[in-house]
């Protein structure tokens, strides 16, 4: 599974950003995606996750201006940012989990797109 995100880039505080993740390859095993951010010097953290039985889950940093969507598919998704802050300044990660094997879940990582918020 290939994983690629676009939308990023500078966007003024207070206005709002759209990324996002295109899955491609062996779709079909995708059980969910998400979205994770890594700030510098910090560890990466999940932004939100939405599974193929369209349950979502939204990190705990980031509840309120963040909605996470995708097609029906699961094949691609989308995370929509309003009255974006200085904080949301990082890099954004798309996620994809597959099946379960014997050595644990398949994660797949995009390579990720920076958003960088000006005051």
């Known amino acids: 599974v290939r994983l690629v995100e676009s939308g990023g880039g500078l966007v003024q505080g207070g206005g709002s950003i759209r990324l996002s993740c295109k899955a491609s390859?062996?779709?079909?095993?995708?059980?969910?995606m998400g979205w994770y951010r890594q700030i510098p010097g910090k560890q990466r953290e999940l932004v939100a996750q939405?599974?193929?039985?369209?349950?979502?889950i939204y990190g705990d940093s980031v509840k309120g201006r963040y909605t996470i969507s995708s097609d029906n598919a699961l094949s691609t998704i989308y995370l929509q940012i309003d009255n974006v802050r200085a904080e949301d300044t990082a890099v954004y990660y798309c996620?994809?989990?597959?099946?379960?094997?014997?050595?644990?879940?398949?994660?797949?990582w995009g390579r990720g797109t920076q958003v960088t918020v000006s005051s």
């Open positions: 996620n994809a989990h597959g099946p379960t094997t014997t050595t644990g879940v398949i994660s797949y």
């Open positions: 390859g062996a779709t079909s095993s995708i059980r969910d």
């Open positions: 939405i599974t193929n039985w369209d349950e979502i």
